[in-house]
């Protein structure tokens, strides 16, 4: 009897060893960029694209509840987010989206990158944002496009005086303009009626 015991014992012993437990095992995780990849950011506007990922298991499922990580660059072209600096902590959702919004460039043009990282279980994942600063030229208006069209105005009426005044193609002088009104010649313009 006591043999059976021991054996018994050894046999339960043998079978919870060899015995999978219930718990689940670690889903390896892999980071896929949705949106924000090679975006431009504007820099004298304070907008930028928010970089958008989704963590996936093997089988391409979403991963939700995984810990999303976003770090930008402290130095050099790069950015912050608004309430959080320069690193952005959220979870993804039902579908394994994880958003980093209000990311703002910082005053450095160029181009840089976000690390993002996603960890579930013990497992973690990481992928990479490229993205650039860049600083537009303002819209140049006012007096530089109004000296611009004054020049063409005059360079035009220019070219219009000295062909009235060359005569026409057979060397006869020429048609003098219609309705006797406005004298053109070279120089400074100068309108008025006919000296």
């Known amino acids: 009897?006591?043999?059976?015991?021991?054996?018994?014992c050894l046999a339960a012993i043998a079978?919870?060893?060899?015995?999978?437990?219930?718990?689940?095992?670690?889903?390896?995780?892999?980071?896929?960029?949705?949106?924000?990849?090679?975006?431009?950011n504007n820099i004298r506007?304070?907008?930028?694209?928010?970089?958008?990922?989704?963590?996936?298991?093997?089988?391409?499922?979403?991963?939700?509840g995984a810990t999303v990580t976003f770090t930008v660059p402290e130095m050099g072209p790069g950015g912050f987010f608004a309430t959080a600096g320069t690193t952005f902590i959220t979870t993804t959702d039902e579908q394994g989206i994880a958003i980093a919004r209000g990311l703002q460039p910082n005053n450095v043009a160029g181009r840089f990158q976000i690390r993002v990282s996603a960890a579930l279980a013990g497992e973690t994942?990481?992928?990479?944002?490229?993205?650039?600063?860049a600083a537009p030229a303002e819209a140049r208006g006012g007096l530089g496009k109004k000296l611009l069209i004054v020049g063409l105005v005059a360079g035009g009426a220019v070219g219009a005086a000295f062909a009235f005044k060359g005569g026409g193609s057979n060397g006869s002088p020429a048609a003098p303009p219609p309705g006797g009104g406005t004298t053109l010649t070279p120089g400074s313009p100068v309108f008025g009626p006919p000296r």
């Open 45 to 64: 506007e304070k907008t930028a694209k928010a970089p958008v990922v989704r963590v996936e298991d093997d089988d391409a499922r979403p991963v939700r």
């Open 125 to 133: 994942a990481s992928a990479v944002v490229n993205q650039i600063n």
């Open 1 to 8: 009897m006591r043999q059976e015991s021991a054996f018994l």
């Open 15 to 40: 079978l919870a060893v060899c015995v999978p437990s219930a718990a689940a095992d670690p889903v390896p995780l892999r980071v896929v960029v949705v949106e924000g990849e090679g975006a431009i």
